[in-house]
């Protein structure tokens, strides 16, 4: 570690398992602050890392000094290089690590995935075949080693989305006990819907990468240029309620998987949660 400078708790775990909503409730806490942006890669990107730990001390300037200070970084997660990387930085760090029935945290991601535009496969069975990053995010045996082996273990706190699910009040309170911050902290995301994007349907795929492309675009002085060009024309007006037409948020009915992929995909993973059940001394049967 340079100088002064530390990090207290790093954030890390597979997609589609309730990260958002718990680095958005960390984050509404008077004694917590969080990077900028919230997942930097440091850890994760050679050439960030070689820039040293003042470079990465400038994600948090937006932090009081006497602020709780972390990150989320879910690529940390599968990075065993990343992970020596922080054990090398801040070997005192605290580390959270939320997972979700890994069968359903890979379906949640291809129906999140789809509905974005991101996935081309037609079922969920194909994307299977043809992405084994669906199955690989997971393994949380293979990947929680790596930390269990380089950290301590009273500094990491695993979390289960379906606790969380079934009591947010109870897991918050943990984390914050965890944190060492005020547990009596009510987070006004308390309540929020967890994964919430699953339910939401992108009307117009195509249109869905023009609202991509039109945010790069006003990142330059040619693109504000053209913008400022279609409003004047009055074309912007009309792209504008395009967009929001687009991207409002309806309930959609999300495809289910069926009893065969189901079976399959739980093959990929008895193994792993049978070692994982041992590792971290729960009883994970729900999952299975």
Known sequence: MEGDFKIDFIGVGSPRAGTTWLATCLAEHPQICLSTPTETYFFSKDYEFKKGVQYYK???NNCQKDALKGEFGRFYYLDEKAVAKIKESFPEVKILIILRNPVEQAFSTYNYRKNKGRESAISFEEALKNNNEYCNWGLYY???????????????????????????????????????????????????????????????LAINKVVDKRKSIKKNAPGRA?????????????????????????????????????????NEFKDDIAKLEKLINKDLSFWK
């Open 142 to 204: 293979k990947h929680l080693s790596k930390f269990l082996f380089n950290f301590k273990h009273e500094n990491i706190q695993i979390i289960l989305y379906e606790d969380i699910f079934s009591n947010p009040k109870h897991h918050i309170k943990k984390v914050f006990q965890f944190l060492r911050v005020d547990e009596n902290f009510i987070p006004p995301s308390l309540r929020q819907k967890i994964n919430a994007a699953e339910d939401i349907n992108f009307k117009i």
């Open 58 to 60: 400038k994600f948090f």
């Open 226 to 266: 053209i913008i400022k060009a279609l409003k004047f024309l009055g074309i912007n007006k009309i792209v504008q309620l395009v967009l929001r037409l687009n991207t409002s948020p309806q309930q959609v009915k999300i495809s289910n998987i069926n009893k065969q992929a189901r079976q399959k995909l739980y």
